[in-house]
């Protein structure tokens, strides 16, 4: 098996859309950071912080439907004891979106109070999505676009071409995500966006993926996963993880001439089957203590 290789992202492609990301600030005054609720560290961007400054933040942790659920609100508990307004959403179903205007009216009264101050009635105050790719931003932003379906008019002296939505009284939301990248030159980071399919399987070794989920999965030992697989009877600290990937593919009868199991099959059905939450609900990332 080949060595896990870092995720392809060219220089060029984030030159742009960093610039992409900056012009679209200027027009905001907040933002909403998606991060994928299985994997809140690895789903991150490095270097938002420093792109975002001092403009209030609030987290959305999407695809809480496949993330366990005292995972998500321990990381809303940890995010809260940083000061940041996170919460749980789920584009699939629409869980937990009714609790983002909200958030945002929250986060944002301290910028209105001053606004208010210096005379201004009534500001207009606007937010941005961001996120890494397939993290859920087009997902997010359709779904709330279809619940607030008046789409405001371009506007003088706001960039042409922008477009927004009204999400509550005087808060509006771009239309057009910013694309952040990952921690890309880290391998786990990368091994852990390959899991949940964030990144494309032709660059990673999909055996050697499948056996490092394994690791995971032994270690955490879902019950989902034990029944669906029917592993009650195997000692799965025993047991190393290319073994259980033969036995996975034993117990689905994924077998090749000879007797011999077929472990590509097995591991491309553990892999699809994790990323569409048949294992369980599963956070592989806890906050630190
Ligand atoms: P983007 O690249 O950040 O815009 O991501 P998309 O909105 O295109 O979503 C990527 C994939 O994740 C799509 O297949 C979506 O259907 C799926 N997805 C998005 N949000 C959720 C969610 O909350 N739960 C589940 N199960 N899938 C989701």
């Not at 944002?108 to 859920?136: D, F, Q, T, W, Y």
């Not at 999400?167 to 939301?173: G, L, Q, T, Y």
């Not at 270690?219 to 990937?245: G, H, N, T």
Request: charged letters at 25%; hydrophobic letters at 40%; aromatic letters at 6%.
């Amino acid at each position: 098996m080949s060595e896990m290789q870092n995720i392809q992202w060219f220089p060029g492609h984030m030159t742009k859309t960093k610039r992409q990301i900056q012009a679209s600030l200027k027009l905001v005054d907040a933002v909403a950071e998606i991060l994928d609720a299985r994997i809140p560290l690895s789903s991150k961007n490095p270097d938002l912080q420093k792109l975002i400054q001092n403009k209030p933040k609030v987290v959305l942790l999407n695809k809480c439907d496949m993330a366990n659920q005292t995972a998500t609100s321990r990381w809303i508990d940890y995010y809260a004891s940083q000061g940041i307004t996170a919460i749980a959403v789920d584009c699939k179903s629409g869980k937990g979106l009714n609790k983002f205007a909200p958030a945002v009216n929250n986060v944002l009264s301290e910028r209105r109070e001053r606004l208010k101050a210096k005379g201004m009635v009534n500001p207009m105050l606007r937010i941005m999505i961001v996120g890494i790719p397939n993290v859920g931003k087009s997902s997010f932003i359709n779904r709330v676009a279809k619940q607030n379906r008046a789409k405001v008019e371009d506007r003088p002296g706001v960039t042409r071409g922008n477009q927004w939505y009204s999400i509550a009284k005087n808060i509006e939301m771009l239309d057009t995500p910013g694309v952040l990248w990952p921690k890309f030159d880290d391998k786990i980071v990368g091994e852990r966006l390959a899991f949940t399919g964030a990144v494309k399987d032709q660059i990673l070794d999909t055996e050697l993926l499948a056996v490092r989920l394994l690791d995971f999965l032994r270690s955490l030992k879902p019950a989902d996963f034990i029944a669906r697989f029917k592993l009650e009877d195997i000692d799965l600290d025993a047991i190393d993880s290319y073994e259980l990937l033969n036995v996975i593919g034993k117990k689905r009868g994924m077998l090749i001439s000879g007797g011999e199991i077929n472990t590509e099959r097995a591991a491309i059905m553990l892999l699809d089957e994790f990323r569409s939450g048949k294992l369980g609900r599963i956070t592989l990332e806890m906050p630190e203590r």
